[in-house]
């Protein structure tokens, strides 16, 4: 099991600036991939970004640029750096954790945060 919290969102202005953190209750290094959700009022959940045990990342098209996500492996915590936001990046953001597990059956689980809110608005 892991236990992932949110934080850092909040009412920012147009052009603004936020950094989202994750605090898992599990070591991070076990994670094999680990991302950020984000989901609009009326909207399904979309990928924002991603990063890998590796440190690869990987960003949807409308943050690139703009976004960088990170992981700090001694703090078991994963980063969103937010730039340059606009409007459209208003919604509910979300933190999620991809891992492997030998139990209670082999195979490959997913973990999420409560979520954090993200408004832009002038």
């Known amino acids: 099991q892991v236990q992932l919290v949110e934080s850092g969102g909040g009412l920012v202005q147009p052009g603004g600036s936020l950094r989202l953190s994750c605090a898992a209750s599990a070591s991070i290094v076990s994670i094999n991939l680990m991302g950020w959700y984000r989901q609009a009022p009326g909207n399904q959940r979309e990928l924002v970004a991603r990063?890998?045990?590796?440190?690869?990342?990987d960003y949807a098209d409308p943050v690139k640029g703009r976004f960088a996500i990170s992981r700090d492996s001694a703090r078991n915590t994963l980063f969103l750096q937010m730039n340059s936001l606009k409007p459209e990046d208003t919604a509910v953001y979300y933190c999620?954790?991809?891992?492997?597990?030998?139990?209670?059956?082999?195979?490959?689980?997913?973990?999420w945060g409560q979520g954090t809110q993200v408004t832009v608005s002038s």
């Open positions: 999620n954790a991809h891992r492997y597990e030998q139990y209670p059956t082999a195979g490959w689980y997913d973990y």
């Open positions: 990063i890998t045990g590796g440190a690869n990342t």
